[in-house]
């Protein structure tokens, strides 16, 4: 199972680098938050992506409710190409882990970090703004953050992103303490 997908991921970094080495410069970084927006909706709708394989439809209805949804999902013009690819090469499974993959390889590609931050209770601006400039120095990267309360990690922070993580929390000092104990 794990093999599987392992491969899906290496498959689909080898599509999403394709697509920016053809795209890249033809898009901004709207395009980039259009596009997690449209990750998150094949992945909570599979059965999109099943109908796009289906060999009964003809070309022209996938093409034009391709067209449909990246219309309605605020995509451009490109994307239209990389869909109806996944769906000719019998991979439209694969459009979510794409889009996932092109969101990272861009971010790689423009030195940029997106980082949820969970805390408890309530940061001030200027808390937040010394959580971005810790991070920018720490990964040497522009930082962006997206700041979620959690109410699970009783005292602290958890920075989190697709690479790195690091947590100063309550909740992170007991686990330590309790791996320890069971050793």
């Known amino acids: 199972m794990r093999m599987a997908i392992l491969h899906e991921e290496r498959l689909a970094s080898r599509y999403a680098k394709a697509f920016l080495n053809c795209f890249g410069k033809q898009l901004d970084s709207l395009d980039f938050e259009l596009l997690k927006k449209a ?21 022209a209805v996938k093409k034009k409710a391709v067209d449909q949804i990246r219309i309605e999902l605020g995509l451009a013009e490109p994307f239209n190409k990389l869909i109806m690819l996944l769906v000719q090469h019998k991979r439209a499974f694969l459009i979510d882990v794409v889009f996932a993959e092109i969101i990272k390889e861009a971010q790689n590609r423009l030195k940029a970090a997106t980082f949820v931050v969970r805390f408890t209770g309530a940061l001030t601006q200027d808390q937040k703004k010394k959580i971005v400039k810790f991070l920018e120095r720490a990964t040497q990267k522009t930082v962006t953050c997206l700041y979620r309360q959690d109410p699970t990690l009783i005292a602290g922070l958890r920075l989190q992103s697709d690479q790195f993580l690091w947590e100063a929390s309550i909740k992170s000092r007991l686990n330590r303490i309790r791996s320890s104990l069971k050793r």
Not at 39 to 59: D, Y
């Open 39 to 59: 990750q998150t909706f094949f992945k909570a709708r599979k059965q999109v992506c099943f109908f796009l394989q289906l060999s009964l439809l003809n070309e």
